[in-house]
């Protein structure tokens, strides 16, 4: 299993580790387990024995210290193992298979985000369109209003422009991401290679 920390406030003078349990309280059966830092932000947690037919396990993750006395075991997280890898080896993965896998990873963690940032560029540039036709709208109405209507529409229009710049602001930021996004997922997809 792999398990990516998106925001790694791990100490490193206080390794973690993982609990691996068949069910979620004390009584279930406690499985051999080695939990492997591949990167800064990225883990891998092999359990060397599953019990047939074995649909989940429970999981904790913390220090030593935490697991050992201040972690629950009824808060441990199941983890669904249908598509579980039955592996005939004993050893553990070596440092390049597992490189291997937080690459992947990566590079499947930056399509997805690309994705979302394309979706917020879409949406913006609709906003933008929408805002766009309002104002001109606004604008054309202020020529036919006099007094209180024409100071409401003004202030409307003032609105609608700081909705606008709004907007244009997501948009920009929003196109830097996925150029962002972009380079880094080229640069794992090279550590495929």
């Not at 492997?36 to 649909?55: H, I, N």
């Not at 933008?128 to 054309?140: E, F, P, S």
């Not at 422009?161 to 830097?176: D, E, F, G, M």
């Given at each position: 299993m792999n398990f990516y920390v998106k925001d790694n406030q791990i100490n490193p003078l206080e390794p973690i580790t993982a609990n691996v349990r068949t069910r979620s309280s004390g009584n279930g059966q406690e499985l051999p387990?080695?939990?492997?830092?591949?990167?800064?932000?990225?883990?891998?947690?092999?359990?060397?024995?599953?019990?047939?037919?074995?649909?989940?396990?429970?999981i904790n993750i913390g220090t030593k210290k935490q697991l050992n006395g201040g972690i629950s075991t009824s808060s441990s997280?199941?983890?669904?193992?249908?598509?579980?890898?039955?592996?005939?080896?004993?050893?553990?993965?070596?440092?390049?298979?597992?490189?291997?896998?937080?690459?992947?990873?990566?590079?499947h963690f930056y399509g997805k985000h690309i994705t979302v940032y394309r979706q917020k560029v879409k949406v913006a540039d609709k906003n933008?369109?929408?805002?766009?036709?309002?104002?001109?709208?606004?604008?054309?109405s202020l020529s036919v209003q006099t007094g209180s209507q024409k100071a409401a529409t003004k202030q409307k229009i003032s609105d609608t422009?700081?909705?606008?710049?709004?907007?244009?602001?997501?948009?920009?930021?929003?196109?830097?991401s996925i150029k962002t996004a972009t380079i880094a997922r080229r640069k794992y997809q090279k550590q495929l290679q």
């Open positions: 387990s080695k939990l492997m830092q591949v990167s800064e932000d990225f883990y891998t947690l092999v359990v060397k024995k599953v019990p047939d037919k074995q649909s989940s396990l429970f997280q199941p983890i669904s193992i249908v598509n579980a890898v039955n592996s005939h080896e004993t050893s553990t993965p070596n440092d390049r298979v597992l490189a291997r896998e937080y690459f992947k990873y990566m590079v933008i369109a929408t805002l766009m036709a309002t104002l001109r709208k606004q604008k054309a422009k700081s909705s606008l710049k709004a907007q244009q602001t997501a948009r920009k930021n929003a196109k830097a």
